[in-house]
Structures are given as structure tokens and as C-alpha cells.
């Protein structure tokens, strides 16, 4: 049986970690609301269960003992987050005025969802998290499937916080010149978040 008890704060604090998806949903509220962010925010979890079934079936241990294979989706997620990150540092100043082209709900979920699908640490988690709550003695699938739903759970939970904080943020601070900042801090993590993905050696 799954130990919930300890599984579901354990799973949580992974949620909220300060990672690229939630520090964009924080920013993407922060300029544009509570509702548009948070419905971006969304974007992920398609991804999320992308690679819960992935796991579930097996080829997430393929992809986790094949370095190769883990090299080049590290290295496209990477590309993208630095990617990312420089249109939020180019286009800072648009982006605080609301008037770029990702303002739409389209351009959100799907940004979110390549984010995240394109961070293998996402599928490290469902792999190597996943299988410590796993009872021998019982179907792993079963078990895989409660507790990926779970996190999917838990993950809306941790956007809605970071959306609700960005939002708390936005109207707050009014001024034209703080939001260029944050945009800009938000593009210096993502490009930071890229680059340390690129050069980490797990």
C-alpha cells in the first residue's frame, strides 16, 4: 500500500519547487491576471501525463539508462529554456505593457507544455520518486496510476499558489519599469534554469 502519509508532502514540496513552469505561470500572472495565468499554467499537465504513461509502460527506465537518449532531451529542453528566457529579456518592455504576441491562451499552454515536456527532470521524478512508494507485493501499474494522478493534483494545486503570489505581485507593483524587471528576472531564470540543465551530468 502507498505510504500517502508520507507521499503526498514529499510529492507537494517537489510541486513547488521554484522550477521554469512555475516561475512562468508566476510571471505570467503577475502581467496578465490571476485567470489567464492560471489557465496557461495548465498546459503542463497533458505533458505531465505524457510521462506518467511513459513511466507507467516501462520506457521511462528505458530513457533513464540510455545517456544518450537523455542527452539530447536535455539538451532540447536546454535549447528551449534559453530560448524562452531571451524572448522574456527582449521582448521585457512589450511584455509589461501586455501587447506580445504570448498573450493569447493558445501561445500559454502551449509554451507551458513544452517546458515541460522537454524537462527530463519531470521524467526523473516519475522514475525514480515514483518507484520508493511502490508496495512489491501489489500491482505497479495500479500503484503508478494513483499516485501520478496525485501529482497532477497536487501540481494544479502549486500553480494556482504561484499564480495567486504573481497575481498578489501584479497588482501591487503598477509601475511599467518594475514589470520590465520581472520579466526580465523571469527570463534571466529560465535562461539560467536552460544552462544549468545543459551542463548538469544527471
Known amino acids: 500500500m502507498i505510504a500517502w502519509s508520507i507521499f ?3 510529492c507537494f514540496a517537489l510541486n513547488c519547487a521554484p522550477g521554469p513552469n512555475n516561475m512562468l505561470a508566476f510571471g505570467n500572472a503577475a502581467r496578465l491576471g490571476l485567470v489567464p495565468a492560471l489557465l496557461g499554467g495548465l498546459g503542463r499537465l497533458p505533458a505531465f ?3 506518467i504513461v511513459v513511466t507507467i509502460v516501462g520506457l521511462g527506465a528505458v530513457l533513464a539508462a540510455s545517456a544518450t537518449a537523455f542527452t539530447i ?8 529554456l534559453v530560448y524562452v528566457g ?12 501586455t501587447q506580445a504576441l504570448d498573450k493569447a491562451l493558445g501561445a500559454l499552454l502551449r509554451r507551458d507544455f513544452m517546458i515541460a515536456i522537454s524537462n527530463p527532470k519531470a521524467i526523473a521524478i516519475f522514475t525514480a520518486f ?7 507485493s501489489q500491482p505497479a501499474w495500479k500503484q503508478l496510476t494513483a499516485m501520478g494522478g496525485a501529482f497532477l493534483l497536487l501540481e494544479i494545486a502549486a500553480v494556482l499558489i504561484y499564480v495567486v503570489a504573481g497575481a498578489a505581485v501584479g ?4 509601475s511599467e519599469r518594475v514589470f520590465v524587471y520581472l520579466n526580465r528576472l523571469v527570463g534571466g ?5 536552460g544552462g544549468a540543465m545543459a551542463f548538469s551530468r544527471s
Do not use: E, H, N
Request: aromatic share 12%.
Open 130 to 136: 515514483f518507484p520508493q512508494f511502490i508496495d512489491a
Open 73 to 80: 532531451i536535455k539538451m532540447i529542453g536546454a535549447i528551449y
Open 49 to 51: 501525463v505524457l510521462l
Open 189 to 193: 531564470v529560465l535562461i539560467a534554469s
Open 171 to 174: 497588482r501591487m507593483l503598477k
Open 8 to 10: 503526498i508532502p514529499a
Open 86 to 97: 531571451i524572448q522574456f529579456w527582449r521582448k521585457a518592455r512589450a511584455l509589461a505593457t
